[in-house]
């Protein structure tokens, strides 16, 4: 039986909701003026993301921890999958055809909250000691970051793998490792790049950081700048914003939409983007700074991560600041597995912080919910 508890509104993290909501609906309007039928469809990811929003909140998550493993494992088995029956686009097989449904799933994607949520079952299993987890522990965290990382290289995807390598490292850092462990990962690195660049990099791979160092920008750079610079203040009408009406703009609706942002809004239209972002990666910052439960403090840190990565990246590459890669910009960008992911953390954020208090929790198990 289900009762209410009006004290969860009072945990509720309303800021963040407010935060995203204009991020969905200027997204939606952008992707509408370049290609209706896409606008159409990221509404339909929107409102299966906002019902696994509504789903994820309302699961007693602390409660089904035990649980959080087999969902990591069975994220690594899908990873797997792909290895032996992957479906191949452009030279990387990253894709899970879905039998009878005529879809594909890209198990790299949900592997994401998998990890974060199994890092913030381990490191709440066994809190840091003073001076941060010694080798032992760290060898252990970094064996659960590393695996799926390696079966993301072989696809290859690269971005993917990097990204979750930043989150998952970034999360220990945050929490707490002793400082000679990461002097000891830092000099390794250092050392090994130009191996790893001479050996572990394909041929593609190497065209981008070429590209990304040369002179000369390459072809999508260069309308992406020239997009970012015709912009002005205020930006263009629709009729005017012609790099991106024209189609001189490549991937308008994902990869280089920050480029058409600024074409149609101007500086101060990507400025206000800009600023909901940094006020977004400061609210879950502050969430994990004054949080002593490590669940939430794992989750939010590694979502502020995740979130400013994606973003520092996608912007960056649209200026000509980084190597282009498929990094979508954070809930802006067209795409379904992206912005389900986002919001599956944010449900699971939610959850953590609505129900931290074990009286929210009947004797019988049952959940009150407002």
């Known amino acids: 039986m289900w ?17 995203i909501l204009p991020l969905v609906i200027i997204s939606n309007w952008l992707i509408g003026e370049v290609v209706p039928m896409l606008a ?28 959080i493993p087999f969902i990591y494992w069975a994220n690594i088995a899908l990873l797997f999958a792909v290895e032996f029956f992957g479906h191949s686009r452009l030279g990387a097989q990253r894709w899970i055809d879905i ?17 974060i949520l199994m890092l913030a079952y381990l490191i709440s299993k066994n809190p840091p000691p003073t001076g941060g987890y010694r080798f032992k522990d760290f060898l252990r965290f970094s064996f659960y970051i590393l695996l799926p990382f390696v079966l993301i290289v072989k696809e290859p995807d690269l971005g993917t793998a990097l990204v979750l390598v930043l989150i998952g490292f970034g999360a220990l850092f945050f929490i707490g490792v002793y400082w000679k462990i990461w002097l000891v990962i830092f000099s390794t690195i250092f050392l090994l790049s130009p191996l790893v660049y001479k050996f572990g990099l394909h041929d593609y791979q190497k065209t981008r950081i070429t590209d990304f160092l ?42 280089f939409i920050f480029a058409f942002v ?101 004797v019988r198990g049952t959940k009150s919910f407002l």
């Open 262 to 362: 600024v074409e149609r809004t101007g500086f101060l239209g990507a400025l206000a983007l800009i600023s909901l972002y940094i006020l977004l990666i400061l609210h879950l910052f502050s969430l994990s700074i004054y949080n002593k439960d490590y669940f939430i403090k794992v989750v939010t840190i590694s979502l502020s991560f995740m979130i400013f990565i994606y973003m520092g990246v996608n912007i960056s590459m649209t200026i000509g600041y980084a190597p282009v890669v498929g990094v979508p910009l954070p809930m802006f960008s067209y795409g379904g597995s992206s912005f389900l992911n986002f919001i599956i953390l944010f449900a699971i954020m939610q959850n953590l912080i609505a129900f931290r208090y074990k009286d929210m929790y009947d």
């Open 99 to 115: 039998p009878f449904v005529n879809a594909t799933i890209q198990p790299s994607e949900f592997v994401k909250p998998a990890l």
């Open 40 to 67: 159409d469809k990221q509404l339909t990811y929107v409102g299966i993301a906002a019902i696994t929003y509504l789903g994820i909140f309302l699961l007693p998550i602390r409660r089904m921890s035990w649980f």
């Open 214 to 255: 040369s002179e000369e920008p390459s072809y999508h750079v260069k309308q992406s700048i020239i997009a970012i610079g015709s912009g002005g203040w205020l930006g263009k009408d629709k009729e005017e914003a012609t790099q991106t009406q024209m189609r001189f703009l490549p991937i308008a609706t994902s990869d």
């Open 3 to 19: 009762r209410f508890d009006k004290s969860i509104l009072a945990q509720f993290d309303f800021f963040s909701i407010i935060l």
